[in-house]
């Protein structure tokens, strides 16, 4: 079974860095998608970053020029950073992945990641 175990986040300080990294285990096939959403109180589940096998990236507009997401690992780990956190930036990260278009995304935990001073 596949499962994403997820490290980093916590406690940021305002115009802080964020490290976050994803880890897929339990699988040796290739994984089409991996990236990060994430989701504030209330809120809804937005698509942060994402990188494909061939290092493709995609970014939302809200991270772009701060953001770099990246896969190493074979391409079973993806790391994200992002620079000059604010306040916005609170919320939980999850990691997703997938093997193909049209699969159902496996999803890590979530990692709290709060921006405070």
């Known amino acids: 079974q596949v499962q994403l175990v997820e490290s980093g986040g916590g406690l940021v300080q305002p115009g802080g860095t964020l490290k976050l990294s994803c880890t897929a285990v339990g699988t040796s096939d290739s994984l089409i998608f991996m990236g990060w959403y994430r989701q504030a109180p209330g809120g809804p589940r937005w698509s942060v970053a994402s990188?494909?096998?061939?290092?493709?990236?995609d970014y939302a507009d809200f991270v772009k020029g701060r953001a770099t997401v990246s896969r190493v690992n074979g391409g079973y780990t993806v790391n994200l950073q992002m620079n000059n956190l604010n306040s916005a930036n609170t919320a939980v990260y999850y990691c997703?992945?997938?093997?193909?278009?049209?699969?159902?995304?496996?999803w890590g935990h979530g990692l709290q990641v709060t921006v405070s001073s």
């Open positions: 990188v494909d096998p061939r290092n493709k990236t």
């Open positions: 997703a992945a997938f093997h193909r278009w049209g699969d159902n995304a496996y």
